[in-house]
């Protein structure tokens, strides 16, 4: 077996020993006289060997069958000789023992020189041999050794090589893994790398690390030695794997669902979202806030979210007839240098409160508009009614909302047609001239908790039809004119008036004299005062009295008309002188007539 020295200086330091003192010894032989031959001698021993071991005889270096009486001189003669101090050379018989065990690590080569009295000269080399009495030792224990997650496959990192005293097969002849490597299904994440001799070690990442599934790996590293059995020594390695931004923050769920009442009160909580980020320190701080990008944009003047906690708040009170559903998207980032960011969708169900009232659409289904005639028959429609409440419920459904008609004295019902549409009707027959407006007020109420309810009044016109004739203030009209009355003369004024809508076609009078008749030619009336006036002719004492039938209609359609009978009494005038019948009258009167008896009367006539 080889064996390769390891302490070298200490056979160096002998051979300069062996420098001085062998000329020493020369320069006394030749003043002496003597000059032999130099002979070299070389021994080994193993180290450690008990004292008083036998290492060799210097006579072995000398040529055989000669004598040395006298014994061998030595050129390590002082008194801190490492020769004398580890080994007993007896001069007389040329033996060499050790005198106490060898550590080839402390001194591994020892050289003297020996000399006879005939001036022979040996030169005695002796070579401690290793042996195996040493494991290979680490400087330290235990080592700590940070990577980063983000390190590549193929990254090495140095740890501490061990030493190992003992020279050749017997020192460091690599390291190992012990247990096996960590690693997983996909194969360790560690290797050893050394070379040969193994005076380096590396950490070898094989793979990529991550924090967040393990953030430590305990290793043991076992360097072991080429003896038999073999010394192995143990270094504990704790690899500590640096955190980096590597991981985005992740909410629980990808998408949240909350509902809000819409009379809940500015800040009031609506849901709290949680997102969690693996990384260490700044790297796994999750600040929250409203995405810009996604969601309603509107979302950020109603709703608000918490920086820290990710509680989310309403910033005023929601509308569910506006907007029954928000949707809204809220972003959580990390506190690295380039932050990651995630996403999560946040949808809002406003739910219902019976905070609206019913609301009533009314549509007139004539042209007239809010008005119905008076010739309409019951069960005509008048106006289609629809009422609907934006709440939601019983309160939205056509259902829900009970509708009430106020007022109308039976005149006017409301007929149901499903989904929320009534038909307001005519109940009972209607008359203008009695009446000609209705008030009415629909009612609506839902039903919610507490119910609301609303109203619509309603002026409904009963327009009017042509079914009132005009109708003289008296059915017999009297006047007296004087038979002298120039034309123009008033007579007397007529009056005439009409039930129907005033100011309307229907009660717009209009008078004229019956044709057909002598006196008509007479007189004149006007169409539109009703004065009766005279037009000329009249004579007394040709036809003292008049009779006129007048007529007054209207101007409807068809236009409705009345009579009345006026009646005119020609006045005499003084336009006649007297005329008697005959010149002479004869007349008888008795004897003895009283007084004052009449003899004679006569009527006496005018023209």
């Not at 979302?299 to 509680?311: K, Y």
């Not at 309160?395 to 019902?413: I, P, R, T, W, Y």
């Not at 908790?449 to 109708?471: E, G, H, I, T």
Request: aromatic residues 6%; proline residues 8%; contains cysteine.
């Amino acid at each position: 077996m080889g064996h390769r020295p390891v302490a070298r200086g200490a056979g160096e330091a002998g051979r300069g020993q062996r420098g001085w003192l062998l000329p020493l010894w020369l320069c006394c032989c030749a003043a002496g006289g003597c000059l032999g031959q130099v002979h070299r001698l070389r021994l080994a021993v193993d180290e450690g060997l008990p004292a008083d071991t036998l290492v060799g005889d210097i006579s072995a270096g000398l040529p055989p069958g000669g004598a040395h009486p006298g014994g061998f001189f030595l050129s390590e003669g002082g008194g801190e000789s490492a020769v004398l101090a580890d080994f007993h050379v007896h001069t007389e018989t040329g033996l060499i023992r050790t005198a106490r065990p060898l550590d080839r690590e402390r001194r591994a080569h020892y050289s003297f020189v020996a000399a006879t009295l005939q001036g022979e000269m040996v030169q005695v080399e002796i070579t401690v041999a290793d042996v195996n009495d040493h494991a290979p030792r680490f400087p330290r224990d235990s080592v700590r050794v940070a990577v980063s997650e983000l390190s590549p496959p193929g990254s090495v990192f140095r740890l501490p090589a061990a030493r190992d005293p003992d020279a050749g097969p017997f020192g460091t002849q690599g390291y190992s893994l012990l247990p096996p490597p960590p690693g997983d299904e996909d194969g360790p994440f560690f290797q050893l790398r050394y070379g040969t001799p193994p005076e380096t070690l590396d950490l070898a990442l094989l793979r990529r690390l991550d924090r967040e599934r393990a953030d430590t790996y305990r290793l043991l590293v076992e360097a072991w030695d080429g003896g038999s059995p073999r010394r192995s020594g143990r270094l504990r390695v704790e690899v500590q794997v640096l955190d980096e931004n590597d991981n985005a923050p992740a909410f629980e769920q990808s998408e949240y669902r909350a509902r809000v009442a819409e009379d809940a009160p500015a800040g009031s909580p609506v849901c709290r979202l949680l997102a969690t980020d693996p990384d260490l320190g700044a790297n796994g701080e999750v600040r929250y806030s409203l995405s810009r990008r996604q969601g309603d944009p509107a979302a950020a003047s109603l709703f608000a979210v918490d920086e820290r906690t990710g509680l989310l708040r309403l910033l005023r009170p929601l509308d569910r007839e506006t907007r029954a559903l928000h949707r809204l998207a809220v972003e959580a980032r990390d506190g690295g240098a380039q932050p990651e960011v995630a996403t999560a969708l946040v949808a809002v169900e406003v739910l219902d409160v019976n905070d609206n009232r019913p609301a009533i659409q009314l549509l007139f289904l004539t042209e007239a508009g809010a008005s119905v005639s008076e010739g309409a028959r019951p069960g005509d429609y008048v106006a289609r009614v629809s009422v609907s409440d934006p709440d939601e419920g019983e309160g939205a459904a056509a259902g829900g909302v009970a509708l009430s008609l106020q007022g109308g004295e039976g005149a006017f019902s409301l007929r149901p047609s499903g989904d929320g549409v009534f038909f307001l009707c005519v109940e009972g027959a209607l008359d203008r001239e009695r009446r000609d407006v209705y008030e009415l007020r629909l009612v609506a109420v839902d039903s919610g908790s507490p119910p609301l309810s609303s109203q619509r009044a309603l002026l409904l016109r009963v327009a009017d039809l042509n079914d009132q004739a005009p109708a003289f203030a008296q059915p017999h009209y009297r006047a007296a004119v004087s038979e002298a009355a120039s034309p123009g003369t008033l007579v007397l004024r007529l009056s005439a008036s009409d039930a129907d809508e005033p100011d309307s076609p229907n009660a717009q009078v209009r008078y004229s004299l019956a044709p057909h008749q002598a006196p008509a030619a007479l007189f004149h009336l006007d169409p539109l005062s009703g004065v009766l006036s005279v037009r000329g002719g009249l004579d007394h004492e040709r036809e003292a009295g008049l009779e006129l039938l007048v007529w007054a209609r209207d101007l409807g359609a068809p236009p409705l008309s009345a009579s009345c009978l006026v009646s005119v009494s020609v006045e005499d005038a003084n336009d006649n002188e007297p005329v008697f019948e005959q010149q002479v009258y004869n007349a008888t009167v008795a004897e003895h007539s009283r007084p004052g008896l009449c003899l004679l009367q006569r009527r006496q006539q005018e023209k």
